[in-house]
């Protein structure tokens, strides 16, 4: 019998002939397979006691149903029976006409496939076996028999991007991998060192393509914005020639399709994935700036395109295309490039392959916690005895978020942070706080004794033995721990995103295991921690100036060096773990997993002050690390750490901080630095670069700057016959005039530098200068002679 192990690309559940089919398709060593599951049934559950009338229902429907009697039951402790449909669509009919009856249903949500994956523990790897069958690229397995694996894949990637004029006619398409580099361009055959297919229109160019893909048959494809734009497109053109896009795993069309609430693109390709870098590196949790290719490539890996201004771009790309189509070849292929190497760099597929393997979610999913957690929690919950409960939106109470303590503004000599390690992963592990934890938990009374449950908020309480959560967390901490030791950075954080991430399911309403108890008594035992915490601190005389979520803030009352202050992190630390050890042991009979960390010293630390208040700010903060080569300034929530604020605002304070914290007399710097930019000295780093989070055409009664600014341009672009840049959202850079907001492109008018001065420098400076003695007003206005 042959027993393969493999990788899971896509997934597919699909009504044939009054039955289901599950296709899978999967990268192994020894090439593609699809794996094809057939009779496997759509199964919901409902309550027992309503199983008679679901009977009559479904013969009136004409449907063929089985009900099911299981040792299963509700959160509220009702007794559940499955209902087994034939097909998808039956299980989706009968599920509507139940809740249209007031009839109870729960799991009707998950898809038939997921479930036939996670009932398995099938996490990204998957071992099978079945008859298999040799095609042309790839072997089809039937009768399939599987069960979970471990199993690194080597997956083929492509880079694709494609060329076009601003009113979508496709130029070219690029494609850059190990397997074949080349770019697929209309036009008449040309002399080049370039790898160039010349097509002789733009059908031909979409027929080449999928040519290609049928020879190379990569797994996953990459771009940039690449679902939205170049496979939107791509299919847009395809559909206008009438022409099947079968670019899919054995000669199968892929599907695109829009949300009709948030427009977001989706596509699905048959055994292969698609994965945009932009929406890869949100869910990886990097941010930038600005997420063009050219910003991102620049500050990732110090190179970028070779046109930049996006009017240029247009202009000439269409001059390279009727011109010097080898040039526009070039440039095409470039970007391909630039996407694979910041693939490479940030080690995106690794974080995602990892991530599917941790959590079963597929490849190329955005976001993804609620799943990941419902993959995870599910089956468990099933072998427990319960069934999953179904969203309830409209019952949703907030819970409190972490503590953020009242800040002390001042100018400090030596402040420490001490951070607790996953705060809120370790108050799970440490409090035993589980969905089903819950639901037993209520069920027994409070107290110390073993069989007893553990206190947590808001009426919540948690059984000490029945729960999965603690467990589920202490496993991946241990793999976490691992991958560090092991220098695996994309395992490592794939991991901690998890891990941190079930916080966050568990107080979103959106999760079907929602519940304010749960989230409360995560959050809420936060807030009692870090108050204990700050108490013991200022016991020991030190003073807490700061606390946010799961950082305390401490001022150590003097100037002290980096090994001493080193020494009292370092005791404050021992300390503190070893009085949360043994509080929980003795109040609770539980094992602290809490551990608190001495994370940074600041030699000079600024808590300002909210902005025209005395009040201390939350969330704001700047402080000087290191010494020497290593010394270094970190702005939190203030200018500079923020893309909403010019670089003329960012500059003057990288500098003016650097000063203060350097007990340098800053009154000359600021003078002169007002003086030079009403000189116009620094007019490059006055730009505005803001996001139009809405339509243009949305915007009615309060009117933004950069939505002024964008209208404007897009009046202009209409005159020159340019494409339209931002009438659905975008990003929009523009200047402050004395005839108000111009966009950076179009600025006719003169520049307002006295709004530089009151808007930009003055909150800068208003921050620092008063703990000095200084007042900004008085050093920037203009100096009056003596006569």
Not at 64 to 76: Q, T
């Given at each position: 019998m042959t027993i393969e192990q493999g990788f899971l690309l896509t997934r597919q559940a699909r009504d044939i002939s009054?039955?289901?089919?599950?296709?899978?398709?999967?990268?192994?060593?020894?090439?593609?397979?699809?794996?094809?599951?057939?009779?496997?049934?759509?199964?919901?559950?409902?309550?027992?006691?309503?199983?008679?009338?679901?009977?009559?229902?479904?013969?009136?429907?004409?449907?063929?149903v089985e009900l099911k009697s299981l040792p299963l039951k509700h959160f509220d402790q009702t007794p559940l029976s499955a209902c087994y449909c034939h097909t998808v669509k039956e299980s989706q009919r009968l599920s509507e006409t139940l809740n249209q009856q007031s009839i109870a249903t729960y799991e009707d949500d998950i898809r038939l496939a997921d479930r036939f994956?996670?009932?398995?523990?099938?996490?990204?790897?998957?071992?099978?076996?079945?008859?298999?069958?040799?095609?042309?690229?790839?072997?089809?397995?039937?009768?399939?028999?599987?069960?979970?694996?471990?199993?690194?894949?080597?997956?083929n990637v492509v880079s694709l991007d494609i060329?076009?004029?601003?009113?979508g006619i496709l130029y070219s398409v690029g494609l850059d991998s190990p397997m074949d580099s080349r770019v697929i361009m209309v036009g008449e055959p040309q002399q080049s060192d370039l790898a160039i297919q010349w097509?002789?229109?733009?059908?031909?160019?979409?027929?080449?393509?999928?040519?290609?893909?049928?020879?190379?048959?990569?797994?996953?494809?990459?771009?940039?914005?690449v679902i939205d734009f170049d496979f939107r497109l791509l299919h847009k053109r395809a559909e206008w020639h009438q022409l099947k896009f079968t670019i899919g795993r054995a000669k199968q069309a892929s599907y695109f399709r829009t949300s009709a609430n948030t427009q977001q693109a989706f596509i699905s390709i048959p055994g292969r994935v698609v994965m945009d870098g932009i929406d890869t590196l949100k869910t990886a949790t990097y941010h930038f700036r600005r997420w063009s290719l050219e910003s991102v490539a620049q500050e990732l890996l110090g190179e970028g395109k070779q046109i930049h201004n996006v009017?240029?771009?247009?202009?000439?790309?269409?001059?390279?295309?009727?011109?010097?189509?080898?040039?526009?070849?070039?440039?095409?292929?470039?970007?391909?490039?630039?996407?694979?190497?910041?693939?490479?760099?940030?080690?995106?597929?690794e974080f995602a392959v990892e991530r599917a393997k941790l959590t079963g979610v597929e490849l190329d999913r955005v976001g993804g916690s609620v799943a990941a957690f419902t993959n995870l929690y599910l089956p468990q919950l099933h072998r427990a005895g319960y069934v999953a409960p179904n969203l309830h939106p409209e019952n949703w109470l907030a819970s409190p978020g972490g503590y953020v303590m009242d800040s002390i503004p001042n100018l400090y000599d030596s402040v420490l942070v001490l951070d607790f390690k996953s705060l809120y992963p370790s108050i799970i592990r440490s409090f035993l706080i589980d969905p089903m934890g819950l639901i037993e938990g209520l069920q027994q009374e409070i107290g110390n004794a073993d069989n007893q449950a553990v206190p947590g908020?808001?009426?919540?309480?948690?059984?000490?033995?029945?729960?999965?959560?603690?467990?589920?967390?202490?496993?991946?901490?241990?793999?976490?721990?691992?991958?560090?030791r092991n220098n695996e950075k994309a395992f490592s954080q794939a991991i901690k995103i998890i891990m941190n991430s079930f916080y966050g399911v568990l107080g979103s309403s959106g999760c079907r295991f929602f519940d304010t108890r749960l989230a409360s008594s995560i959050t809420m035992r936060g807030h009692e921690i870090m108050k204990q915490t700050k108490a013991l601190i200022e016991e020991k005389g030190y003073q807490v100036i700061y606390g946010d979520t799961d950082s305390t803030f401490v001022s150590l009352n003097g100037q002290f060096s980096q090994a001493q202050a080193d020494q009292i992190g370092n005791e404050l630390v021992t300390y503190i773990n070893q009085w949360w050890n043994e509080h929980l042991s003795r109040q609770y009979g539980l094992t602290s997993i809490l551990e608190l960390e001495y994370e940074t010293h600041y030699k000079k630390f600024l808590m300002p002050t909210i902005?025209?208040?005395?009040?201390?700010?939350?969330?704001?903060?700047?402080?000087?690390?290191?010494?020497?080569?290593?010394?270094?300034?970190?702005?939190?929530?203030?200018?500079?750490?923020?893309?909403?604020?010019?670089?003329?605002?960012?500059?003057?304070?990288?500098?003016?901080?650097s000063m203060v914290f350097h007990d340098q007399d800053p009154s000359s710097f600021v003078r002169q630095f007002v003086e030079d930019t009403l000189a116009g000295q620094y007019d490059d780093r006055l730009v505005y670069q803001k996001r139009l989070r809405r339509k243009l055409s949305e915007y009615q009664k309060n009117v933004p700057p950069q939505v002024r600014a964008a209208r404007m341009a897009d009046e202009i672009n209409q005159k020159l016959g340019r494409a339209l840049q931002y009438q659905n959202r975008g990003q929009i850079e523009y200047l402050i005039t004395l005839n108000g907001p111009e966009p950076k492109e179009y600025v006719k008018s003169s520049i307002d530098y006295q709004h530089y001065i009151d808007k930009q420098l003055k909150p800068v400076a208003d921050a620092i200068l008063p703990f000095i003695g200084l007042d900004f007003k008085t050093l920037s206005e203009p100096q009056l002679g003596l006569f």
């Amino acid at each position: 019998m042959t027993i393969e192990q493999g990788f899971l690309l896509t997934r597919q559940a699909r009504d044939i002939s009054g039955t289901t089919q599950i296709e899978l398709w999967v990268s192994t060593t020894n090439g593609p397979h699809q794996l094809l599951i057939g009779n496997e049934r759509p199964v919901f559950f409902v309550p027992t006691s309503e199983v008679t009338q679901i009977r009559t229902l479904a013969e009136q429907l004409h449907l063929s149903v089985e009900l099911k009697s299981l040792p299963l039951k509700h959160f509220d402790q009702t007794p559940l029976s499955a209902c087994y449909c034939h097909t998808v669509k039956e299980s989706q009919r009968l599920s509507e006409t139940l809740n249209q009856q007031s009839i109870a249903t729960y799991e009707d949500d998950i898809r038939l496939a997921d479930r036939f994956l996670m009932e398995r523990f099938i996490q990204g790897s998957i071992e099978f076996t079945g008859q298999f069958s040799r095609k042309s690229n790839y072997t089809q397995v039937s009768q399939v028999k599987s069960r979970k694996a471990d199993y690194a894949p080597k997956l083929n990637v492509v880079s694709l991007d494609i060329e076009c004029s601003e009113k979508g006619i496709l130029y070219s398409v690029g494609l850059d991998s190990p397997m074949d580099s080349r770019v697929i361009m209309v036009g008449e055959p040309q002399q080049s060192d370039l790898a160039i297919q010349w097509v002789k229109d733009e059908k031909a160019l979409l027929n080449a393509l999928i040519s290609w893909f049928e020879t190379y048959d990569p797994d996953v494809i990459i771009g940039w914005n690449v679902i939205d734009f170049d496979f939107r497109l791509l299919h847009k053109r395809a559909e206008w020639h009438q022409l099947k896009f079968t670019i899919g795993r054995a000669k199968q069309a892929s599907y695109f399709r829009t949300s009709a609430n948030t427009q977001q693109a989706f596509i699905s390709i048959p055994g292969r994935v698609v994965m945009d870098g932009i929406d890869t590196l949100k869910t990886a949790t990097y941010h930038f700036r600005r997420w063009s290719l050219e910003s991102v490539a620049q500050e990732l890996l110090g190179e970028g395109k070779q046109i930049h201004n996006v009017h240029d771009r247009m202009a000439e790309i269409n001059h390279m295309f009727h011109h010097d189509k080898v040039s526009l070849a070039r440039y095409n292929l470039q970007d391909c490039v630039l996407v694979n190497k910041i693939f490479a760099h940030t080690h995106l597929l690794e974080f995602a392959v990892e991530r599917a393997k941790l959590t079963g979610v597929e490849l190329d999913r955005v976001g993804g916690s609620v799943a990941a957690f419902t993959n995870l929690y599910l089956p468990q919950l099933h072998r427990a005895g319960y069934v999953a409960p179904n969203l309830h939106p409209e019952n949703w109470l907030a819970s409190p978020g972490g503590y953020v303590m009242d800040s002390i503004p001042n100018l400090y000599d030596s402040v420490l942070v001490l951070d607790f390690k996953s705060l809120y992963p370790s108050i799970i592990r440490s409090f035993l706080i589980d969905p089903m934890g819950l639901i037993e938990g209520l069920q027994q009374e409070i107290g110390n004794a073993d069989n007893q449950a553990v206190p947590g908020f808001r009426g919540g309480q948690f059984h000490r033995h029945r729960h999965f959560l603690p467990h589920m967390i202490e496993t991946l901490w241990a793999a976490r721990d691992e991958a560090k030791r092991n220098n695996e950075k994309a395992f490592s954080q794939a991991i901690k995103i998890i891990m941190n991430s079930f916080y966050g399911v568990l107080g979103s309403s959106g999760c079907r295991f929602f519940d304010t108890r749960l989230a409360s008594s995560i959050t809420m035992r936060g807030h009692e921690i870090m108050k204990q915490t700050k108490a013991l601190i200022e016991e020991k005389g030190y003073q807490v100036i700061y606390g946010d979520t799961d950082s305390t803030f401490v001022s150590l009352n003097g100037q002290f060096s980096q090994a001493q202050a080193d020494q009292i992190g370092n005791e404050l630390v021992t300390y503190i773990n070893q009085w949360w050890n043994e509080h929980l042991s003795r109040q609770y009979g539980l094992t602290s997993i809490l551990e608190l960390e001495y994370e940074t010293h600041y030699k000079k630390f600024l808590m300002p002050t909210i902005r025209g208040q005395e009040t201390g700010s939350k969330k704001r903060y700047a402080g000087l690390i290191g010494d020497g080569a290593n010394e270094k300034i970190v702005f939190k929530g203030l200018e500079s750490a923020r893309t909403d604020w010019t670089p003329l605002a960012q500059s003057f304070q990288q500098q003016l901080y650097s000063m203060v914290f350097h007990d340098q007399d800053p009154s000359s710097f600021v003078r002169q630095f007002v003086e030079d930019t009403l000189a116009g000295q620094y007019d490059d780093r006055l730009v505005y670069q803001k996001r139009l989070r809405r339509k243009l055409s949305e915007y009615q009664k309060n009117v933004p700057p950069q939505v002024r600014a964008a209208r404007m341009a897009d009046e202009i672009n209409q005159k020159l016959g340019r494409a339209l840049q931002y009438q659905n959202r975008g990003q929009i850079e523009y200047l402050i005039t004395l005839n108000g907001p111009e966009p950076k492109e179009y600025v006719k008018s003169s520049i307002d530098y006295q709004h530089y001065i009151d808007k930009q420098l003055k909150p800068v400076a208003d921050a620092i200068l008063p703990f000095i003695g200084l007042d900004f007003k008085t050093l920037s206005e203009p100096q009056l002679g003596l006569f």
